[in-house]
């Protein structure tokens, strides 16, 4: 079946930038998303990439995609404490209105 | 901006005891979702419900669980007789019907719930 992993932990200075990586199995996911979780709070959609393109950029975010890896990256530039949170990669299957599925998150500490 | 509630933020209940999550899914959306999220792990799919009847349905959504939709806002989960396993965070979704981005899910802060 579907999955998604990603590595638990990214511990970056306040100013650098972070890199949260993410892998994924379904070829054919059409939409993968990144969701940004503060503490106590619930699931934020934080940006999101279709599977045609490579790259898209947000702001301070750069979402990469490398199809052929299954490979999905968040780049966040310029890392501020306001940034520490946890940080989930999901994909969305190509049917439409289906569950997503998600990775267990990489938790980002920016220390100042 | 729209978004996703759910009431209550914490729930804590006894073993065997029935509890009733609820959802006000962003108003014009068509599509509700349950996910969970046991602390440390995955969000998991519960169930999907559209044109009030589930669409979708995970392992984990087994005869204890019941969602409902009893009027035009409100989106309801019950689990009938709690146990240990069930505490966990309990998350609200909704989306528009599929078409482009349409069917992007949007989630609510959440229910903490914590059976005793």
């Known amino acids: 079946g579907e999955d998604v992993e990603q590595s638990l932990f990214l511990s970056v200075r306040e100013g650098d930038s972070s890199v949260i990586n993410c892998t994924y199995t379904?070829?054919?996911?059409?939409?993968l998303y990144w969701y940004k979780q503060e503490p106590g709070a619930g699931l934020q959609l934080l940006t999101y990439?279709?599977?045609?393109?490579d790259m898209k950029q947000d702001q301070r975010l750069t979402v990469l995609l490398n199809k052929k890896d299954k490979h999905l990256s968040l780049r966040i530039a310029d890392t501020q404490t306001g940034d520490s949170a946890i940080y989930f990669c999901?994909?969305?299957?190509?049917?439409?209105?289906?569950?997503?599925?998600f990775g267990k998150g990489t938790r980002l500490s920016v220390i100042a | 901006e729209p978004e996703v509630t759910q009431t209550p933020s914490h729930q804590v209940t006894q073993m065997g005891q029935e509890v009733i999550l609820r959802c006000v899914p962003i108003?014009?959306?068509?599509?509700f979702y349950w996910y969970r999220q046991i602390l440390g792990q995955k969000v998991e799919f519960l169930v999907s419900?559209?044109?009030?009847?589930?669409?979708?349905k995970s392992e984990i959504f087994d005869d204890q669980f019941s969602v409902e939709r009893p009027d035009g806002s409100n989106f309801t989960l019950k689990i009938r007789s709690t146990k240990l396993e069930d505490s966990a965070m309990y998350f609200c979704a909704s989306s528009d019907l599929a078409g482009g981005l349409r069917d992007t899910q949007y989630f609510g802060p959440g229910t903490r719930l914590t059976v005793l």
């Open positions: 990439i279709f599977s045609n393109m």
């Open positions: 419900f559209y044109n009030n009847e589930i669409s979708e």
């Open positions: 999901a994909e969305s299957p190509p049917r439409g209105n289906t569950p997503l599925v």
């Open positions: 108003s014009n959306h068509l599509y």
């Open positions: 379904d070829s054919s996911s059409t939409y």
